[in-house]
Structures are given as C-alpha cells and as structure tokens.
C-alpha cells in the first residue's frame, strides 16, 4: 500500500480518517479501500485519549469497512476478546469498600424495539458508566449482559459516580429516539477479594438493592449512607423507604440520591 505524503494527508478531509485527536492530529486514514484494511490491522497500535475516542474512531472504521465491502472479522472478534479480558485482580481494592451497581431497565423491551441497534446502546451504556467509574477513582470489576459493576474505596467517590452516570446518559442521543434509563445500587462491605474476584454478602446486597430501583434513580443502603463523612457538593440524600430485600437477612433503610439534572419523583420501590 503506497504511504500517503504529508501534501497527500494535508488535502484530505476529517472524514477520510476514523481518529481525530483533541489536538487535531488525524490518525488511521480511511480514504480508500486499502487504508481501510490497515487501519484495521494497526487499530490497536494507536494511543487514543479517552475510552469514547477509541469507540468513535471504531465506528468510524467498521463504517468505513462496510463502504468498501470488507467484513473484519479478526478485528471485531479482537475487540470483543479485549473488553471481555478479565480485571486485574492486584489493582482491586480490599477492606472495607463501596460497590456500585447499575443495570438496564427494561433491556429485554429495548432489545425488541432496537434489534441489532441493540448492540451499540449497550456499548455506548458501558463506555459512558465506565468513563465515569474512572473519572471518580473507581475500578471496573465486571460487565456482562446489561449490568456493570464498579468499585470504589470512598463512599462519596462511588456516590459521585452515580450521579455522573445518571447525567451522562439522560443527556446522550439514543438512536431510533430510544428512552434508555439504568437504575444504580451503591452498598459498602467487606467483601474478601478471591483469584476469581469478590465475593461475600456485599455483593448480593448491592445486586438486591439495584433490583429494587426504577431506571434513572440511584439507591443508597443504610452502611454507605453511614459510612459518608458528608454527601458530595450538590447531593442530597433523602429516605427511599424499606423494602424486604430477597435474600438479605436484615432489612434496612435505603435512601435515594437527589441532585440537579437527576429525575426525582419515582414509583414505588419493587419487592
């Protein structure tokens, strides 16, 4: 494949390149058939800024390979293979920590409605979840399905979190004018870190306490609410009321997290 001269790159348009830096450095160029092949082969060479650079300029080129009738099956394969690479188990926290939980809600209605759309919501709900869950210091533990689940070493970190992740995606442009809400379960425990990951009660309480949640809202148990020294700035936490968790021994308050730009009123919290 010939390499394009500077005066050559200089007279192409953005649009013949699948990445834009903030800078203005064009990278991957996908003018033309071949380029398009060996962007595909360098992809994962390239330093991209942020986890939602790297999904644009993947867009870019799978829309690009498609133009040109290339079907990148090694490629797509690969990137499914990095996002399913388990978490590093030594840069997860121990101790006393706060997990967040967020899910979907109604995922089963929106796979109907967007059929192979379905795809692209669910990846642009986990690149949206994680960049938050980064940006407040916390650590991915595991993704599967239409659930992600983060960890935190400070309780108003994974609190922040929440409400980053509410805002970030009641503010993004859904395809097809699809309403696409999680809901978001914070519980703080001591869970034992094993070779295979976390486990103990925490877990399972944290799971019960999404579950009981309504998509856009963040639920808050009686340990974390305990736990914060006090609320980050413009969060206030108000009671949600005391649902029998199923299979969770002890019942207690769970409290809801109210903040600009957040819905406020829900229904009742599901038994």
Same mark, same amino acid.
């Given at each position: 494949?010939?390499?394009?001269?500077?005066?050559?790159?200089?007279?192409? @348009?953005?649009?013949?390149?699948?990445?834009? /830096? +903030?800078?203005?450095?064009?990278?991957?160029?996908?003018?033309?058939?071949?380029?398009?092949?060996?962007?595909? *082969?360098?992809?994962?060479?390239? &330093?991209?800024?942020?986890?939602?650079?790297?999904?644009?300029? &993947?867009? $870019?080129?799978?829309?690009?390979?498609?133009?040109?009738?290339?079907?990148?099956?090694?490629?797509?394969?690969?990137?499914? $293979?990095?996002? $399913?690479?388990?978490?590093?188990?030594?840069?997860?926290?121990?101790?006393?920590?706060?997990?967040?939980?967020?899910?979907?809600?109604?995922?089963? *209605?929106?796979?109907?409605?967007?059929?192979? *759309?379905?795809? =692209?919501?669910?990846?642009? #709900?986990?690149?949206?979840?994680? +960049? !938050?869950?980064?940006?407040?210091?916390?650590?991915?533990?595991?993704?599967?399905?239409?659930?992600?689940?983060?960890?935190?070493?400070?309780?108003?970190?994974?609190?922040?979190? /929440?409400?980053?992740?509410?805002? *970030?995606?009641?503010?993004?442009?859904?395809?097809?004018?699809?309403?696409?809400?999680?809901?978001?379960?914070?519980?703080?425990?001591?869970?034992?870190?094993?070779?295979?990951?976390?486990?103990?009660?925490?877990?399972? =309480?944290?799971? $019960?306490? !999404?579950?009981?949640?309504?998509?856009?809202?963040?639920?808050?148990?009686? &340990?974390?609410?305990?736990?914060?020294?006090?609320?980050?700035?413009? #969060?206030?936490? =108000?009671?949600?009321?005391?649902?029998?968790? @199923?299979?969770?021994?002890?019942?207690? @308050?769970?409290?809801?997290?109210?903040?600009?730009?957040?819905? /406020?009123?829900? @229904?009742?919290?599901?038994?």
């Amino acid at each position: 494949m010939p390499k394009l001269s500077a005066t050559e790159r200089a007279k192409l @348009p953005d649009r013949a390149f699948a990445y834009i /830096a +903030s800078d203005g450095k064009r990278s991957l160029p996908i003018n033309d058939e071949a380029h398009v092949r060996n962007a595909l *082969a360098r992809f994962d060479r390239v &330093r991209f800024e942020s986890d939602e650079a790297r999904d644009r300029a &993947r867009r $870019r080129l799978l829309n690009a390979a498609k133009r040109y009738g290339i079907v990148p099956v090694g490629f797509v394969t690969g990137q499914l $293979r990095s996002e $399913r690479r388990a978490p590093d188990l030594s840069s997860l926290p121990t101790g006393t920590v706060t997990f967040l939980l967020a899910d979907i809600e109604g995922s089963t *209605a929106l796979l109907q409605r967007l059929g192979d *759309a379905y795809a =692209t919501v669910l990846r642009d #709900v986990r690149s949206q979840i994680r +960049s !938050c869950v980064r940006r407040c210091g916390g650590h991915k533990v595991d993704a599967h399905g239409d659930e992600y689940l983060a960890v935190f070493v400070r309780p108003g970190a994974a609190l922040e979190s /929440a409400v980053d992740i509410q805002r *970030a995606l009641a503010a993004y442009a859904w395809p097809r004018g699809a309403d696409v809400r999680v809901r978001i379960g914070l519980h703080t425990g001591r869970p034992t870190l094993t070779d295979d990951g976390y486990v103990g009660l925490a877990l399972h =309480t944290v799971a $019960r306490i !999404c579950a009981a949640g309504h998509g856009g809202q963040i639920l808050v148990s009686t &340990r974390t609410h305990d736990a914060l020294p006090t609320p980050p700035a413009g #969060v206030r936490l =108000t009671p949600a009321g005391s649902p029998t968790l @199923p299979g969770i021994p002890t019942t207690e @308050p769970l409290f809801q997290a109210r903040a600009e730009g957040l819905r /406020a009123r829900f @229904p009742a919290l599901r038994r």
